[in-house]
């Protein structure tokens, strides 16, 4: 599975009527560092009238997403912010706009396409990476058996890799579907065939 994301952050700034917008665009490696960044934003101008924005996560069945228009009309500005994301097939992303209001109301058409192009602009300019996603194996061990088995995923070519040490260790490491057989093989062959991987579903 493939997906489309920013490779780094970018920032642009747009004026109508008086009122300015600030806009950012950010790489994302999950909803609660899309909300972080937001409450960010939110201190770095505290003093703004509106911080909308739209963010995605995920693939699938697995997909989170969230917009707010932040006390905007209905429908004006997160989702037309949220949209951006769609129309550039973009994922792992969030877009936020702040707003200072300018004394001159916008009415509900020029909202859309202000909080839009805002948005947009904060895209420009950034390369949009495609991102290929594993298949995730699961290798439960002791600890004597952790360094054998790590020793042999380090030598893959391993997209992600996560641990989580209790009473035994369980590890997970996210490889190229070309590779989840050889991974498997390895470390059932490391491990005297006491540790067999086994595909599992990406959380």
Same mark, same amino acid.
């Given at each position: 599975? #493939?997906?489309?994301?920013?490779? #780094? /952050?970018?920032? /642009? #700034?747009y004026s109508i009527k008086g009122s300015r917008f600030f806009a950012e665009a950010h790489p994302i490696q999950s909803p609660d560092e899309a909300e972080a960044i937001i409450n960010n934003v939110k201190k770095k101008y505290?003093?703004?009238?509106?911080?909308?924005?739209?963010? +995605?996560?995920?693939?699938? #069945?697995?997909?989170? @997403? +969230?917009?707010?228009?932040?006390?905007? &009309?209905?429908?004006t500005a997160g989702k &037309? =912010? @949220?949209? =951006?994301?769609?129309?550039? *097939?973009?994922?792992?992303?969030?877009?936020?706009?702040? +707003?200072? @209001?300018g004394g001159t109301k916008l009415g509900t058409g020029g909202l859309v396409r202000a909080y839009s192009s805002a948005a947009e602009l904060s895209l420009e300019g950034i390369e949009i990476l495609t991102v290929e996603l594993g298949q995730m194996l699961e290798f439960k061990c002791t600890y004597e058996q952790h360094p054998v088995i790590m020793r042999e995923i380090n *030598? @893959? &070519? =391993?997209?992600?890799?996560?641990?989580?040490?209790?009473?035994?260790?369980? =590890? *997970? /490491?996210?490889?190229?579907?070309s590779y989840t057989d050889l991974l498997t093989e390895a470390v059932f062959s490391a491990t005297a065939g006491s540790v067999t991987g086994k595909l599992v579903d990406r959380e």
């Open positions: 599975m #493939k997906f489309q994301t920013v490779s #780094k /952050a970018g920032y /642009a #700034k505290h003093d703004a009238t509106h911080h909308c924005y739209g963010w +995605r996560f995920g693939q699938g #069945k697995n997909e989170a @997403f +969230r917009y707010s228009d932040d006390g905007e &009309p209905s429908g &037309p =912010i @949220f949209d =951006i994301t769609s129309k550039h *097939r973009l994922s792992n992303v969030l877009l936020i706009v702040t +707003r200072y @209001f *030598r @893959f &070519p =391993i997209i992600h890799i996560w641990q989580e040490f209790l009473e035994n260790v369980s =590890i *997970r /490491a996210e490889v190229d579907e």
